[in-house]
């Protein structure tokens, strides 16, 4: 019976999942949900970014991402701007509010990190990376492949 705990697909939705409870946890503590810290970093990496955009990054619905847009602008974390050619479009960008949040989330992150590897040395978290990595890359090129196979049968 516990051998299914050591099978890699149920292993990388465990870690998952106790990833995301334990961000949820970090972020509730701060006042905020792993979402808005999810946006807030994205808007870091990614500034002038559609609201269109982040939405597909977060893999959410475009009204999930302005209700979240919203809470954020309301503590003037996150701005929305015009896009200079499109005016149905909105560009999203940081306020100053915003900074010292993403150094809390950048502690959280590094908090998790330490607990996520204590005793893994580094050799094997480099090759885990690789190997997940890897694995990413091959889940997305069958994700595209089976949506261009859908697109032709239809």
Do not use: N, Y
């Not at 792993?34 to 990614?46: F, G, V």
């Not at 998790?112 to 480099?126: F, N, S």
Request: net charge neutral; glycine share 4%; charged share 30%.
């Amino acid at each position: 019976m516990a051998d299914f705990q050591h099978e890699l697909l149920f292993l990388l939705h465990d870690v998952a999942r106790l990833l995301r409870v334990d961000a949820d946890r970090r972020a509730r503590l701060h006042g905020m949900t792993r979402a808005q810290w999810a946006i807030l970093i994205w808007l870091e990496r990614q500034p002038g970014i559609s609201q269109k955009e982040l939405a597909e990054l977060l893999e959410v619905e475009p009204i999930t991402v302005a209700r979240l847009i919203d809470r954020l602008e309301g503590r003037g974390m996150v701005e929305r701007r015009p896009d200079p050619r499109d005016r149905r479009v909105w560009r999203l960008h940081l306020c100053d509010l915003a900074f010292p949040v993403l150094r809390e989330i950048d502690r959280q992150r590094a908090g998790i990190l330490e607990v996520l590897t204590q005793g893994v040395d580094p050799a094997t978290l480099e090759a885990m990376t690789k190997a997940l990595v890897t694995m990413k890359a091959s889940l997305v090129r069958s994700s595209q492949a089976r949506r261009e196979a859908e697109l032709e049968m239809a």
